[in-house]
């Protein structure tokens, strides 16, 4: 037997391992595919010379394109909504909390459907990223291999995060990027078995991606010998502005995605809002539409003008806003990129800190990595990623100081990343960990005992008390003819009472449980109780179907405890 578990053991290693390797190619093969068709789609719509319809208004020369082609985007997403019957679009959000979740699946429909919805938008010329859906889209793929029936038992949370990588590894080209953001932002916990199967699919999507070569990393950056103390004081400057971008922006997302359900707008309705904020801002300022990668690197390797990034900071971060909030999808990744980007490149500037035109470049990195880090909730990943995307441990140092400030404050003020706060407002504190998150989840029903003392509410205390020392119990409960819960007798109460009718004696006021009262809840319930056990009743009928003791409570907790134990320490 030992030796049979042993193998089995084996086994399930062994085909976590293989499974990580085909997640990295597939997830690969996909990001890259993803990537090059919103930009070309995106390019040849928006950018094309010949693809073009201008207008004069007051004196203004308008390219009508944007809102030719964004209004019909966004009612093709709303249209892909309406039909899949989602209740929502799917993302990061729920790829972490699949992670922490016991039975650790995703919705495959809404997965690749999100997916194809990120990459309409942003063809479609939505201000959002697509990194974020990819990372959703290699989580669901993981989740998704793991439950085929042929498939060994393979650690859910783990499989999940190697999808998660490979997403990361493959969209930006940084695959040790890509193993941390999964630990830190998805996991929240280190294990060496996490560690091998995570990196080799990061490893993995990354060497693919390399020799498929569809489309080469979008900023990758050409780093610029710099003194770091000329630049230290901005740096320090960065840090809480980035904070105040981060904070402004998530807070905008949040509001604008409570914008429908206050105004009574249904949710496939409310993309094409978007679609007409995106066509009308794009008459003007057409640079804040798309993913805006070639906006990006013009701020980092252009000195522009103050007025400008000040209109493309508003633009992009009221657009953007609009475009999560109201459903025309995609991720929010690159947004915080270019915002943060923005941020450096106010600080240079100030005209009073005598900039050298190479600054320029540390600057703008340091507040893309501030502004990013504090929306996924990633430091680390951030930090990592200026290292890969650049080549230089010079930047990655200047990057540490604005990302501890500006992750710091965020998550005083506003919490650990526009993901966490999503969770928290479908109720889940994913904050509190695995512990509180499964407690939560487990319906005290599960843990309900059938053994217990019944009692006719027609039996007299004579017939009763014998009845408990029959038993050797020192509680009962008085139930009806259709077994509802009449209430509930302490053998002490009865023992020298005669032939008396037991429905005088009931308990005033005993705690009683919902069937479906998570466990969590029933442990708050006992700190202020005092007894043998507590009934659990079916909400709808009110009959009794079982009950519960202190012990059997503690043994529940232990389990979960000794759970999550094997999959945060193996």
Known sequence: MKNFFKKNIIIENFALLFVSIIVGIIVSGVAQVLIIAAQNFFQLLFLN???????YLFGLKLNLIPLIICVPASILVGFLLYISKLPRWFGPADTIYAAHNKAGTLNLKGGFTSTLASLISISGGASVGIYGPLVHFGATISSFLRRLKFMPKIQHDIIIGSGVAAAISAGFGAPIAGIIFAHETVLRHFSLKAITSIALSSITANFTAYKIGIVSPPLLLNNLEFELSDTIIALFIIGPLAALVAISFMKSMIFMGSIPKKLSISLWTAPIIAGLMCGITGLFLDEVLGLGTQTVLSIITKNLDLSFLLILLIGKLFLTSCCIGLGFFGGTFSP???????????????????????????????????VASSVIGAPITAIILVLELTGSYEYAIASI????????????VFGNSFFDKQLLSRGIDISKGREQILLNEIEIR????????????????????????????????????????????????????????ITN?????????NSNISLLDTIKKLSSFVGESIPIIDKQSKKLIGIISENDVLAAYLEISDDINHIEKN
């Open 49 to 55: 010379p010949s693809f073009s319809l201008k207008i």
């Open 401 to 412: 100081v604005p990302i501890s400030i500006c992750t710091f404050l965020t998550s005083r």
């Open 446 to 501: 599960h843990y309900a005992s059938t053994k217990f003392t019944k009692i006719s509410e027609t039996m007299l205390t004579k017939d009763a008390a014998k009845l408990l020392l029959k038993n050797k119990e020192t509680e009962g409960y008085v139930l009806s003819k259709d077994d509802i819960l009449i209430g509930k007798i302490r053998l002490i109460d009865i023992i020298d009472k005669k032939n008396q009718l």
């Open 336 to 370: 915080a990129l270019f915002l943060g980007a923005i941020v450096g490149a106010l600080v240079y500037n100030f005209n009073f800190f005598d900039f050298e035109l190479n600054h320029l470049s540390v600057l703008a990195v340091a507040g893309m990595a501030s």
């Open 505 to 513: 004696f009931l308990q005033q006021k005993p705690i009683i449980l």
